[in-house]
């Protein structure tokens, strides 16, 4: 069965930094774009960062400068390394893929990790 595992989240002071794994795995014939969206309580599902297959990334415009997107093609799996972290942005993060499974292609979401900003 195909799917998405992330690790990493937890709880961090104001400033602080943590970084985020997410892992594929199962039989999977091709990954695209891969990338990390967070939802906190209240508010809609936002993209945090994205990376194609090639190394184009995308990022959010409140985390530029801190965030880091990067990936392992060779063990299917992303990271989102994140400094000086802010109190509003503690919520889940999610991991999203966009994977071939042959023939088809589909997107997948991870169970998603919850991060806490807090002194």
């Known amino acids: 069965q195909v799917q998405l595992v992330e690790s990493g989240g937890g709880l961090v002071q104001p400033g602080g930094s943590l970084r985020l794994s997410c892992a594929a795995s199962?039989?999977?014939?091709?990954?695209?774009?891969m990338g990390w969206y967070r939802q906190a309580p209240g508010k809609q599902r936002e993209l945090v960062a994205i990376?194609?297959?090639?190394?184009?990334?995308n990022y959010a415009d409140s985390v530029k400068g801190r965030f880091t997107i990067s990936r392992d093609n060779a063990k299917n799996t992303v990271y989102l390394q994140m400094n000086s972290l802010e109190p509003e942005e503690t919520a889940v993060y999610y991991c999203?893929?966009?994977?071939?499974?042959?023939?088809?292609?589909?997107?997948?979401w991870g169970q998603g990790t919850q991060v806490t900003v807090s002194s």
């Open positions: 999203n893929a966009n994977m071939k499974v042959f023939p088809i292609t589909y997107n997948y």
């Open positions: 199962g039989i999977i014939f091709s990954i695209y774009d």
């Open positions: 990376m194609s297959s090639g190394g184009t990334t």
